[in-house]
């Protein structure tokens, strides 16, 4: 029995390597595909926009956390879901790693490993570059670096999970709509550019907002890093995500399973 774990353990780590290895190669178009568009938000408004007396300079501590939590969305559910609608559809690749000594699940378990890690990257390196680029920050504060971590790993994870389901149940000819009918309302209904207590003011979409799990990693990275600002109870945002990062899970492995017998 205990051979047969470390076997596991073994080949698992082996296909995270090689995913490593490809991410590595490809750091630079990783970066600009998932950074872009976040950093873009940045210049404009948190850089430009203050400079030009539109929005305060208190804007960017409200923007940053939300700027942080797209990336480490779009970083995690695009390393999930574009690899799988790439090796189920015309290469096939899924086929080898499904000859892998392990159970199918093993090798999509480990396809979410991979998201979080570079879902991870994405947050470490944006947060310096929108710090560089705004400048002095109100309220900003490291001290509760074990907070962001967490934060960001489970943002990771839950993005990941969604990324597998995503990746798996979407034909390859319908993954434009992915971002026009799924990750444009998420990112701008996400909490993302604005605190959620902030929304009390339009109760409806204060409770509404509650389905998008880019709102619980925006709350709580903004918890993590400007603790000034208002932000959703930690202890929610835990229980939310666990409960997210579950549910796509257990879709996203019964939807993997599926193709993988087909």
């Known amino acids: 029995m205990s051979n047969t774990k470390v076997s596991i353990a073994r080949v698992f780590l082996a296909l995270l390597r090689r995913d490593a290895y490809v991410a590595r190669r490809e750091l630079i178009f990783f970066l600009i595909r998932t950074t872009l568009q976040p950093l873009m938000f940045v210049i404009i408004f948190g850089f430009v926009m203050p400079k030009m007396g539109i929005v305060g300079r208190n804007y960017s501590s409200l923007m940053l956390p939300g700027i942080v939590a797209i990336s480490v969305a779009m ?8 690899p799988m609608i790439v090796e189920f559809g015309h290469t096939k690749e899924i086929e080898d790693r499904l000859l892998a000594p392990v159970p199918n699940q093993i090798v999509a378990i480990e396809k979410i490993a991979a998201g979080i890690i570079q879902g991870t990257i994405a947050a470490a390196f944006i947060l310096p570059m929108a710090r560089l680029i705004i ?8 001290s509760n670096i074990g907070l962001l971590i967490v934060m960001t790993l489970l943002g990771g994870a839950a993005f990941s999970s969604m990324g597998l389901f995503l990746g ?26 604005y605190p959620w207590i902030g929304l009390s003011r339009v109760p409806a979409l204060k409770w509404g907002v509650l389905i998008n799990p880019l709102t619980y990693v925006a709350e709580g990275l903004r918890a993590a890093i400007t603790p ?35």
Do not use: D, E
């Not at 970083?75 to 574009?82: G, K, L, P």
């Not at 400048?135 to 504060?141: E, F, T, V």
């Open 135 to 142: 400048g002095p920050i109100p309220g900003l504060s490291f």
């Open 228 to 262: 000034s600002v208002g932000h959703m109870p930690l202890a929610a945002i835990t229980v939310a995500l666990l409960g997210i990062t579950a549910f796509f899970t257990f879709l996203g492995l019964r939807s993997f399973m599926r193709r993988a017998v087909n």
């Open 75 to 82: 970083s995690a559910i695009m390393a999930v879901s574009f």
């Open 168 to 193: 798996t149940a979407i034909p390859p000819q319908q993954v434009g709509m992915m971002f026009s009918v799924i990750l444009a309302p998420m990112i701008m209904f996400g909490c993302a550019y």
